[in-house]
């Protein structure tokens, strides 16, 4: 009967889930210099039960505009907490659906961070921490205020799709996947403050302003895959946006990918999931997927992802400079796994729409090509093969 009730229960999925093994949230926020602040908050409740040091994590990067694309010195700046607590307070949602959940850390007053979901689906972030991450002494927290210092609340956030709030669909239902992806908003705005020590060199037009495009992500359930793929872009003014999202990898045995494309003046809402993001093995080296192929390059930065349904095709091809990816942790049962997945903000992103000129069997016909530059790749795990080491910069 519990079962049951998990599945029809009106959960929002950006809150918090109280049978996940770990709950991971993604938020990318634009500055006004064209630099980016990435925040990485996640928990691992099981781990910590374990007495793991690295069950609870909080990952600030800001990635400098053109990073990696000139040689003008500019090194991405991070900094990871990680947390001996977590609580998470979460409230059943309502009728409607409405978001409403907090997460919230505090360590001996050294780290502060907090992810809270209000019920008209806005978003209040908010980190405070000291370089380091620790205190020499007890009296150091009185002697300055923190050396980090962000807060920013979203607003004016762009749902999925009008027809579900979530990439899986009716995926998200069920509780026994391995892992879940769900896209809060796929564009925000924001107004952002921010403080970080000196040796971020942070650009001045970004300690103060307001952020657009920002997007907002989440993964929860049982484990972290063992390998995967992200692309993201986000282009256009208010009301004339366009947007390519997707996300996928190895689950369950088999490679499955979740895709959106948005373009608002064209009136384009396309998504694909499974059955026909899937490529099952077969013999040896040998995959059946008679609606997808993909090509993950990491030696020249490149992954390219073709998908089908009976009337349209979406052909994505990515692609970002070497030098330009930066590595980030990943929540994993046992704890965090440092530099598991490599992540470029550098990358071009061309994207094809196919229409079939009649059902089923007719011919296909290029409808759309669309480009979008500075948008987001990465390689995780084992499509990405210098996870685990201490290369910074690939």
Not at 33 to 39: C, D, Q, R, T, V
Not at 65 to 85: C, E, H, I, N, T
Not at 150 to 158: E, I, K, V
Request: glycine content about 6%.
């Amino acid at each position: 009967m519990d079962r049951v009730k998990e599945l029809v229960k009106p959960r929002h999925p950006y809150t918090l889930h109280a049978r996940a093994s770990f709950e991971g949230y993604y938020t990318k926020f634009p500055l006004p210099s064209g630099a980016s602040l990435i925040l990485i908050i996640f928990t691992i409740p099981a781990a910590a039960s374990r007495g793991s040091k690295t069950a609870h994590s909080v990952e600030i990067t800001y990635v400098p505009a053109d990073y990696g694309l000139r040689d003008d010195g500019k090194q991405v700046w991070q900094q990871g907490f990680k947390l001996r607590s977590m609580e998470g307070e979460t409230w059943r949602a309502n009728r409607d659906d409405r978001l409403s959940f907090r997460l919230e850390t505090e360590c001996d007053d050294v780290v502060h961070a907090l992810i809270s979901g209000h019920a008209d689906s806005t978003v209040e972030y908010r980190v405070s921490a000291p370089p380091s991450g620790h205190r020499t002494s007890p009296d150091d927290a009185d002697k300055s205020e923190p050396q980090i210092q962000f807060t920013a609340q979203t607003q004016l956030q762009s749902p999925w799709s009008q027809r579900t709030a979530s990439p899986e669909g009716l995926w998200s239902r069920l509780p026994f996947l391995p892992l879940h992806w769900h896209v809060h908003s796929l564009s925000s705005t924001a107004e952002v403050n921010l403080k970080l020590p000196t040796e971020a060199h942070i650009d001045p037009r970004d300690t103060i302003g307001t952020s657009t495009h920002v997007h907002e992500e989440k993964n929860w359930a049982t484990s972290f895959p063992s390998a995967h793929m992200w692309v993201q872009a986000r282009e256009g003014i208010l009301g004339s946006e366009r947007g390519i999202c997707l996300a996928g990898g190895r689950t369950l045995g088999v490679d499955a990918y979740l895709l959106g494309y948005r373009n608002e003046s064209k009136d384009i809402e396309l998504d694909f999931r499974p059955p026909f993001t899937v490529q099952a093995p077969l013999v040896g080296s040998t995959n059946i997927a008679p609606f997808m192929s993909c090509v993950r390059d990491w030696e020249n930065r490149r992954f390219v992802l073709s998908v089908q349904d009976f009337t349209h095709r979406v052909v994505v091809r990515a692609s970002a400079p070497k030098g330009t990816f930066f590595p980030l942790c990943a929540p994993f049962k046992d704890g965090a796994r440092e530099n598991w997945l490599a992540q470029s903000l550098s990358a071009e992103v061309e994207v094809e729409i196919w229409r079939r000129k009649r059902w089923v069997f007719g011919p296909w016909i290029l409808i759309l090509r669309d480009v979008f530059g500075k948008g987001s790749l990465e390689f995780g795990g084992e499509y990405y093969p210098k996870r685990g080491t201490e290369v910074t910069r690939n």
